[in-house]
């Protein structure tokens, strides 16, 4: 099933390349593009009917990643962020609202109007990770003002909200949250999410908590994983004992324009709303004083190794009536 979802995402490509490179408009493109301008019939029957502007790009803010996207995130396409288990679904999720802020921040530079956002939850995942709350979206960078949350019940509704949220063009970007790999949402229906957003001129998120890497319709698909936080130096160079910093992430770019994939390990400075690489954050410690992430250095139990131990060989048993 993998193989063939992998070739009909090529086959569509060759498509769309052949189109291009013949001066002849992308046939599913042009569908989608139409079926959203069906929706004003007063601009269809006018005539008035203008192709869209060309929509900026998202730049993170480091270069080597931007480098990679070919400038930033693209404001018209689908991208796909996931964790590799429920257990980080919150860096995950920062990591797209930190998204969603720097997008804020760029449309506050223009005279445009600042267009909410749209968190589409999944029920499952939001039990396990909970939902974003107010104080933590402003401390984040971001208005609650702005921000508005939906919980559908079931999959096919969420589909469904997202498609009519991105035709809407009311939101700065939609952001939908899915649990795993469901058999309900494949490359077809990422494929029509992602000619729904470029239609539109809307991004959207695809938020994949505990999910595996599957063929999508997604420019770019980042994996996020936690990373440890940096001590803040005092304005006098000194460090604040067991003082916690910015959040961090660590981010691969597992799908791109180019081949290889990109690692790398950046932190979130909500009160500036830029990423910054923690590489290049100089963090002086006091001599011998753990870093703020460590954990404590517990002595091994008295009576039993302080390791789990292998396993070894394991035989299985016939289980009995």
């Known amino acids: 099933m993998a193989e063939a979802a992998v070739a009909r995402e090529t086959l569509f490509a060759l498509r769309e ?3 291009r490179l013949e001066g002849r408009p992308i046939p599913a493109l042009a569908a989608a593009a139409h ?3 069906a929706d004003k019939p007063a601009t269809r029957s006018a005539g008035l009917a203008k192709p869209l502007p060309e929509q900026p790009l998202l730049a993170v803010g480091v270069d080597d990643l931007d480098a990679a996207m070919q400038g930033g995130v693209a404001l018209d396409a689908l991208t796909e962020i996931r964790s590799l288990g429920l257990r980080d679904a919150g860096s995950a999720s920062g990591f797209t609202l930190a998204l969603a802020a720097r997008l804020h921040a760029q449309a506050s530079g223009t005279d445009a109007a600042i267009s909410p956002i749209l968190w589409i939850g999944d029920t499952v995942a939001t039990m396990e990770a909970g939902l974003p709350y107010a104080i933590g979206l402003q401390d984040f960078g971001l208005a609650p003002s702005a921000f508005l ?3 559908p019940r079931k999959l096919e509704e969420a ?3 997202a498609e009519a949220a991105l035709s809407s063009a009311a939101f700065a970007v939609v ?3 899915v649990r795993g790999n469901p058999a309900r949402f494949g490359l077809t229906e990422s494929r029509r999410l992602a000619l729904r957003a470029k ?3 809307r991004p959207l998120f695809l938020l994949r908590q ?3 890497e599957e063929a999508s319709s997604a ?3 980042f994996s996020v994983e936690p990373a440890p936080a940096q001590a803040r130096p005092l304005p006098d160079g000194s460090v604040l004992g067991g003082s916690i910093g910015h959040p961090a992430f660590r981010l691969t770019l597992e799908k791109s324009r180019k081949p290889a994939p990109l690692s790398i390990t950046l932190e979130w400075n909500a009160h500036d709303r830029r990423f910054a690489p923690v590489s290049d954050i100089q963090c002086p410690a006091f001599p011998g004083e753990p870093a703020a992430h460590s954990g404590a250095d517990l002595p091994a139990s008295a009576d039993r190794p302080h390791r789990p131990q292998a396993l070894g060989p394991v035989l299985a048993f016939d289980r009995q009536a």
């Open 175 to 177: 952001i939908l949250e």
């Open 159 to 161: 589909l469904w909200l």
């Open 219 to 221: 420019l770019f698909r």
């Open 199 to 201: 239609a539109a001129g």
């Open 17 to 19: 390349t052949i189109a």
């Open 35 to 37: 079926e959203a301008l």
């Open 210 to 212: 505990g999910g595996e």
């Open 149 to 151: 949350q939906a919980s």
